[in-house]
């Protein structure tokens, strides 16, 4: 629903705002930190970001309104271990992956943004758009970082595990302001609500351990469930994850960018 507004403002905006001045392709990259939230961080915890960056086209259609796209790469990663709450270091999962992200945006600048003005430089923005991603969940077995999405941790049947590509909706907000004519700094927050609870591969409940021993082999039930009880945790049907809320992340950047367009005059002045 949140997403779904920030559509409904940004499409009213570009609706009221008159075309001006400023056209062009903006190109650059960012560097910054990825946070993931989901079934092993469930208080949001950001003490443990990853490392992200990516490559930025931006269109501006006008002072006010433009299109981007980015494509964007970040590690994610979280440990039950490390979590405050009593259950999940007992369920003691844990994960990293990398995230290969593509996405495309609209844009709205809350001031107009013109690249080499004194008075028009420096702009808030607000942004809403779509994005696709590649992950691939893995975890420490015997030292090794191993695959889990071929070992079915949550019993699925060789062949019908989940999809490691998905998409969702992007959104976020700002700060643009000049270096030069040409050069510029972007600072941001995106964010990705996903359909897919598998970026951690934890969402639905525990198999039988015994089932899934004979279909894959005792390294999948090892990572199914780590747990450090006595007896372990995992019963069939027992609870360990939660498919009603999706996973989701959020890239946290600074970009530098170079303008290669052009600045126009205004309509109204060019028909004086």
Not at 19 to 39: H, M, P, R, S
Not at 57 to 65: A, D, E, G, M, P
Not at 152 to 170: A, D, R
């Amino acid at each position: 629903m949140m997403v779904k507004n920030i559509w409904l403002v940004l499409l009213s905006l570009g609706i009221i705002t008159p075309i001006l001045a400023q056209k062009g392709v903006e190109l650059g990259g960012w560097l910054g930190a990825t946070y993931y939230f989901g079934d092993l961080n469930t208080e949001y915890d950001l003490s443990a970001p990853g490392p992200a960056g990516g490559l930025i086209y931006r269109y501006n259609l006008n002072n006010r309104l433009a299109v981007k796209f980015s494509g964007n790469a970040g590690l994610i990663k979280a440990d039950d271990a490390k979590s405050d709450n009593f259950y999940e270091q007992s369920r003691n999962l844990h994960f990293r992956s990398l995230i290969l992200d593509g996405s495309l945006q609209f844009e709205f600048n809350f001031l107009p943004y013109v690249h080499g003005s004194g008075d028009n430089s420096v702009t808030p923005y607000l942004f809403a758009g779509i994005s696709g991603l590649k992950y691939n969940p893995q975890a420490k077995y015997e030292d090794q970082w191993v695959n889990l999405q071929p070992l079915g941790t949550e019993g699925q049947p060789q062949g019908e595990e989940y999809s490691k590509v998905s998409y969702g909706l992007n959104y976020g907000f700002g700060l643009k302001f000049d270096l030069s004519l040409n050069w510029s700094i972007n600072i941001e927050i995106s964010s990705r609500y996903i359909y897919t609870d598998y970026l951690d591969d934890v969402s639905t409940t525990y198999p039988n351990m015994t089932v899934l021993a004979s279909q894959r082999d005792q390294m999948a039930v090892v990572l199914s469930d780590p747990s450090i009880t006595s007896p372990k945790i995992g019963d069939p049907g027992r609870q360990r994850g939660n498919s009603k809320d999706n996973d989701s992340y959020t890239f946290i950047g600074i970009g530098l960018l170079r303008y290669f367009g052009r600045i126009d005059c205004p309509d109204i002045l060019n028909s004086k």
